[in-house]
């Protein structure tokens, strides 16, 4: 029962362009949403969250945008950079319990 | 310490030997996370403490896993007569407690190889 859901294991992008990564999920009890980050041989890291009372969370180029009617939440990368190649995992918790993992979606941003 | 720390990085065992995985939180982080990735496979819950005891055990594969935390820091995942699909990068996390938003710290993950 795959409750957090991210179907493209993989996304190309062209440096500048924007990336979109998106995740879907299925329990509308969850209260707030994550994105984490990953190189390869390191931990995920965090990247921005929101809270399932927003809709829209702003960090820089990073922005997570949440639509709780069509259980669906996506994280645009605006301008894409080669750095940011590195596999993008979603998560989703309920009332501060464990944090519930997508599968991944790979980014490679071509220069 | 600055960040979440587990140890051994890397860890090969033979098949049937039991193995320990050791993981150190961030200071005064009393909810801690163990996780794991197996090859192409996204990051599955295993178990999830707050303080010294574990309110949700239900990702933990099989009775031969059982991990403990003690004085609400250090915890140890330990896996008895390891399989080869045990294979897999074991990571720990650890948040603050009762935060309503929080975020999980990872650390850099143990590498289990049975062979």
């Known amino acids: 029962d795959q409750q957090v859901k991210q179907n493209s294991p993989s996304l190309s992008v062209q440096e500048g362009r924007i990336s979109i990564l998106n995740c879907d999920y299925t329990?509308?009890?969850?209260?707030?949403f994550l994105w984490y980050k990953k190189y390869p041989a390191e931990g995920p890291t965090f990247l921005i969250s929101?809270?399932?009372?927003?809709d829209k969370n702003e960090d820089g180029r990073f922005t997570v945008f949440l639509n709780k009617s069509a259980k669906h939440l996506s994280l645009h990368i605006v301008p894409s950079q080669p750095g940011d190649s590195a596999v993008y995992f979603c998560?989703?918790?309920?009332?501060?319990?464990?944090?519930?993992f997508g599968q991944g979606t790979e980014l490679s941003v071509k220069p | 310490g600055a960040g979440v720390s587990q140890s051994p990085s890397n860890k090969v065992t033979e098949k049937g030997k039991d193995v320990e995985l050791r993981c150190d939180p961030i200071s005064g982080h009393t909810a801690l996370y163990w996780y794991r990735q197996s090859l192409g496979q996204g990051l599955e819950f295993l178990i999830y403490?707050?303080?010294?005891?574990?309110?949700?055990k239900s990702g933990l594969p099989s009775d031969r896993f059982s991990a403990e935390r003690t004085g609400g820091s250090v915890s140890t995942l330990t896996i008895q007569r390891t399989q080869q699909e045990d294979s897999a990068v074991y990571l720990c996390?650890?948040?603050?407690?009762?935060?309503?938003?929080?975020?999980?710290?990872f650390g850099q993950g143990t590498r289990l190889t049975v062979v």
């Open positions: 329990n509308s009890m969850f209260d707030y």
């Open positions: 996390a650890s948040s603050l407690e009762g935060l309503y938003n929080t975020e999980a710290f």
């Open positions: 403490f707050q303080g010294n005891s574990a309110p949700d």
């Open positions: 929101i809270s399932s009372i927003k």
């Open positions: 998560a989703a918790s309920l009332e501060g319990g464990k944090l519930i």
